[in-house]
């Protein structure tokens, strides 16, 4: 690619290939840890923290974990007081994570403990190979889920507000998931966990952004800049206290921190209401259907996720009572999974959907469920005496039976509660006169959409054949014309031999043309396919100032004497295919600055914003176009400029109306020409 080629690309998609490159270094170090965790020895005694707390000097197993190699070895919780990991005593939990760390393999190791305060006994533990438990599975599919949501939405909306918060959340969360089983082994790892909690608190600044922002850039400034800081401050203070603990091993250290640690948890939870809030004040506020999809796929995602997480898995360690510390674990993904997988489908394929009909279905759903395994527990043991007495089977077998005849019988009665509780609560009234004009409205709206889709694709259609056509006619005369001129050459080096005189002039004035005329073919040639350029297959979100910006830089590459002067009076975002527009805007740019050759004013460009709808305006002040010619602009192969072959601003209307704007070409202000490119902004309207 030439070097003018890369500068522009690299100008074009900077913010992409930032995106791109962060998604690439954070999930090298997630893949990295993750892959650590699979073949780290899992001894059930540090499970991210170190399984025990301090009791007046006593350190008691405490597990947060419900299940571990040392619960299913047999160490009970708040009854045994660890007195030494595999020969080596422990006196601080600050020991029981040194002894966990020497553990390098999966053979049983003696665990010393005081049951009770009097019964001194070793328990022989078994480290696990993480891989043969199950939900290491979920952990895998959550972290697939996080690098999918950060790489789609960098390949698909790099310049919509809010991407790049919702990139780094994504990322810092999956640096803290598969950063999390080694939470207290360095510094580094301290450091990268404390980097993925910053995650709520970018949702909220996204919650700022999108889908409109919220407040004077002033405010929006100082509120970020308060929550930053104040996170800073946090981060600086647990880190402190986690280096001292690890110095030399001071409970009080460790006590703090685990404090701060609860109250960044509560913290946490705080942001994530505040950024629930704000998606649904938003909801309440939008004014498109689109954007009304969108946040109700992202409110979905909230309602189903948050919840559950947060009552079954954050707030036992809020709480932080050994007796009910117990966590979800490698099973709360599955519960956090929703909001990535939402936020994704409603910012690039959203569609018509209902957010009440659905938190009913759900609530309906776990209703039904907790019946039907309250209806379990109260059948299954009389039915498994019966099948064992009645029948003589033994165990495994009756608890098998008695499980599948109760099950035979309670599904077969969810399908029919499911559809009743589906006639019972999502039945609706008839429609009032109002709720049919909103209907009606929304319906409108869809078929517009659907409309300017068509339209997209049959000018893409268009344009992808007029490539097509152009590029095969430029082939299928390159060789011709190549051979033509070899052979004109040739013949040309023979006419050396003949002697000098009116024969040999007269030869060589017959060539000389058809030199002339090849060299001519050549470039047409080169222009054709120049002008018919490369095909852009995926729209994408992108950057007014930027696209405009990048075509300036292109066509003063092209016209080195002509001065270009900007005004961007308009900070918008277009939906369209970035690439043909700037190939757009550099045709338009070129027609002004061979206007403008020779003159001391510069080409002028003006970006502004006029009733939800961007304004590119190009003036020259060259000899303007007459009215005769200027009907006749948008014809293919019409110029009236020597050299040209009269496809440039064919080419740039086809562009411009696949990209769903207008062009049209006047008088400027101050004489000479104007182009005025008019586009619909990324949600208005």
Known sequence: MPLRGLTSFLLTHRRRLILAALCAALSAVAGFYFIRSLFKPDTGLVVGYPEVIMDGGRVVFSPKAPFSAAVASGLLPGRDEVLAVGGQAVHTSRDILLADARIRDFAPFP????????????????????????????????????????????VRQPDAGGTVLLVLASLFYLVFTCVKPFYYESLLANCLIHLGKLTPWLLVAFGLFFPSRRGTPGLRAA???????????????????????IGDGTEAWLEGYRLLGQIGNAAEGGSYVVWGSLMASAYFRARTQKEKTQLRWILAGILVALPPYFFLDQLPIILGQPAIRMSLGNIAPLFLSFIPVCILIGLTRHRVFSLRAFVTRVIVSAAVFLLMGGLFAVLYLPLRGYVETGYRLGSPAAELVATALIFAALVPLRSAALRLADRVTLRRPSATRSELERRNAELLLIVEELDRQGRRRLQGRRLADLRSVLHGIAGGLREPARRVAASLTALRGQLSDLPEGAVRAEAESAIAPGLEGSVRIAEILRAVESLAGPSAAIPAQANAETLVRSAIERSRQKHPSVRFSAVFACDARLSCYAEELIQALCDVLSNAAEAQEGLAEPVRVRLT??????VMEIEDSGPGIDESARRRLFTPFHTTKQGHQGLGLYFARIIVERNDGSIELGPGQHGGARARLVFQIEGAG
């Open 111 to 154: 665990v010393d403990v005081l049951r009770d305060g009097a019964d001194r006994r070793t328990i022989m533990i078994a480290p696990v190979f993480t891989p043969t438990r199950p939900d290491w599975i979920f952990v895998l599919a959550f972290c697939i889920v996080l690098v999918s949501t950060a790489v789609l939405l960098t």
């Open 609 to 614: 914003g006029e009733d939800g709808h961007l």
């Open 223 to 245: 509120v970020i800049t308060v929550m930053f800081a104040a996170y800073a401050a946090f981060f600086g203070a647990r880190i402190g206290l986690y280096a001292r603990w």
